[in-house]
C-alpha cells in the first residue's frame, strides 16, 4: 500500500504507539498501557471483551467501561486499527495502511502488507477515473493443512 498524500510515521511497535499517545498528548495512563501492551503482545485482532477478559485474566484489573473508552481513543487517534466485524468490532496493533486475510475456518483476520503493481493501479485509475492515494485489501481463504501456514502479522 502505498500513502502519497499522507506522511504521517507508521506505528510498527509498543514504542512507536506509546510515542503517538505523546506527541498527540495523549495520557499514557495504567489502562491505557495495559491495552497497548496487550495488542501487542496477541499479534491479532481482538474484541473488547476479550481485551477485558484477557487483561483480568492476567490480573490487570480493569472494567469494562475503561476498555470500551480506551479502545475508542486509541482508536479515533489512528493508534490503533478498528474493524467492523460481522461479529463487531474488533481491534489490531497495526495503524497504517494494510490489507487483511480471512481466513473462513478459523475465523482469523491476519494483517498483511501488500504493493500492487503500478501497472494495476494505473488500470483501476483508467477504469474509474479515480486517482488512487491509497488501498486496501480484503484476501478470503481456508487454512493450508501445514499448521504452521498462518502467522500474525505477514
Sequence with gaps: MQKSTISKKPIRSLEDALDQCQVLGMR??????????????AKEH??????????????????????????????????????????GRLYGNISDSHSHINCVD????????????EEIIRQ??????????DYSINFYGYRDNNPGSIQGNV
Design 46 to 87: 481482538l474484541s473488547a471483551r476479550e481485551i477485558y477478559d484477557r487483561l483480568n485474566q492476567q490480573g490487570k484489573a480493569i472494567g469494562h467501561t475503561s476498555v470500551y473508552q480506551n479502545l475508542e481513543a486509541l482508536s479515533s487517534s489512528g493508534i490503533i486499527e478498528c474493524i467492523e466485524h460481522c461479529d
Design 28 to 41: 499514557v495512563s495504567r489502562q491505557r498501557r495495559f491495552i497497548l501492551e496487550l495488542l501487542w503482545q
Design 124 to 133: 483501476v485509475e483508467e477504469q474509474t477515473g479515480v486517482r488512487i492515494t
Design 106 to 117: 478459523t475465523n482469523q483476520i491476519l494483517d498483511v502488507h501488500v504493493t500492487l503493481p
